[in-house]
T-cell receptor, first 105, second 113 residues
């Protein structure tokens, strides 16, 4: 089973701040997905990245896949309380341990 | 119209009991999964079925038995429940076994007392 390291584990910020979370592996991904999980719900797919160096944007969220396809990052610009949740990266069927984000109003 | 539905949402039971969790998807997906999320929010794959055939069977106690009567349903039966089985169990589906784009159910919170 491929190990996925996510960092930081916890992040508590004020509304309007920017943040970046990371997902790393020692192995090459054929593809990688990011999910967000809100309390009491199942994870919801945000994006799939496939090509090394790929950048995808989803409103204020920017996802980047490393050139070597061993790592990925998620950058959130001007975070809002609605961004609060657990952010998970996955190389199916293995999930990372997640970054728990709290955005304070 | 719920895409992946699990029942029940909450389950409180005593040690030693046998219980089942049901999952149904109406997305026409071929592959379904069971995941366990522990108290630290770690999501761990338990089982996966593709068109009713078992394709992933991780190291899980044999007290856990999945059953897929058809490709739209994947149920989880647990025998002789233990305290350590307390967790949130998620069912998910994907179009095929490549797993691109899971759709998760909203989870079943199992508490063993």
């Amino acid at each position: 089973t491929q190990l996925l390291e996510q960092s930081p584990q916890f992040l508590s910020i004020q509304e309007g701040e920017n943040l970046t979370v990371y997902c790393n592996s020692s192995s090459v991904f054929s593809s990688l997905q990011w999910y967000r999980q809100e309390p009491g719900e199942g994870p919801v797919l945000l994006v799939t990245v496939v090509t090394g160096g790929e950048v995808k944007k989803l409103k204020r969220l920017t996802f980047q896949f490393g050139d070597a396809r061993k790592d990925s990052s998620l950058h959130i610009t001007a975070a809002q309380p609605g961004d609060t949740g657990l952010y998970l990266c996955t190389r199916v069927p293995t999930f990372g341990r997640g970054t728990s984000l709290i955005v304070h109003p | 119209d719920t895409a992946v539905s699990q029942t029940p949402k909450y389950l409180v039971t005593q040690m030693g009991n046998d219980k089942s969790i049901k999952c149904e998807q109406n997305l026409g997906h071929d592959t379904m999964y069971w995941y366990k999320q522990d108290s630290k929010k770690f999501l761990k794959i338990m089982f996966s079925y593709n068109n009713k055939e078992l394709i992933i069977n991780e190291t899980v106690p044999n007290r856990f038995s999945p059953k897929s009567p058809d490709k739209a349903h994947l149920n989880l039966h647990i025998n002789s429940l233990e305290l350590g089985d307390s967790a949130v169990y998620f069912c998910a589906s994907s179009q095929d076994f490549n797993g691109y784009g899971y759709t998760f159910g909203s989870g079943t919170r199992l508490t063993v007392v």
